[in-house]
């Protein structure tokens, strides 16, 4: 009912994706990249394509319960090393879809920097944030703090600075 299965590139024999699924989900991914889907993953089906290739497509093992093939994903991605792979998640009940590469990563860090240097001007120059005339100032506070737990001071310093931010962030 339910695999685990690899893509491998034909031109060097490398695995490059470990997927969980069931039925016919192990071709998706080359529709995914025909359509003109953006992601690493993607982007590679479609080299391999280019040059005259098809993906490999191997189902590496078969499970009668969902949690086995999650594990066993999991286990094999570990294997091979992610670093290795066009998944973004380190298998088993992942959230995120896609492949995200890199560059996505800094794309990401480059808009979490944008969004947290325009909450911050706008507070400082303002004295706060109104939307449609309602003070959301406490709102906006918390998401900043939210995003410097998460992420760290020295993170946030260095996202917001190409905006204009200097920060100077202590603890009381």
């Known amino acids: 009912m339910y695999y685990v299965y690899t893509l491998t590139d034909p031109r060097c024999g ?3 994706y470990v997927g969980k699924g069931k039925g016919r989900r192990i071709a ?26 098809e993906v490999v497509s191997e189902v590496v093992r078969e499970f009668k319960r969902e949690d086995a093939a999650f594990r066993y994903e999991k286990k094999l991605i570990a294997k091979i090393g992610l670093e290795n792979l066009t998944n973004i998640e380190p298998g088993g009940r992942g959230d995120c879809r896609g492949a995200r590469t890199s560059n996505d990563a800094v794309k990401i860090d480059r808009a979490l920097g944008e969004i947290l240097a325009r909450v ?17 100032t406490k ?4 998401f900043v703090d939210a995003m410097i737990a998460k992420y760290g001071d020295e993170k946030i310093i260095k996202l917001v600075r190409p905006f204009g931010v200097e920060l100077t962030l202590t603890r009381a």
Do not use: P, Y
Not at 43 to 50: E, G, L, Q, T
Not at 139 to 142: H, L, M, Q
């Open 139 to 142: 709102e906006f506070n918390r």
């Open 14 to 16: 490398e695995v490059f």
């Open 28 to 53: 998706a991914h080359t529709k995914e990249a025909l359509r003109g889907v953006q992601s690493h993953k993607c982007n590679k089906i479609r080299s391999i394509i280019a040059d005259g290739h």
């Open 120 to 136: 911050l001007k706008h507070i400082a120059l303002r004295g706060g944030v109104w939307i449609f005339g309602r003070d959301m």
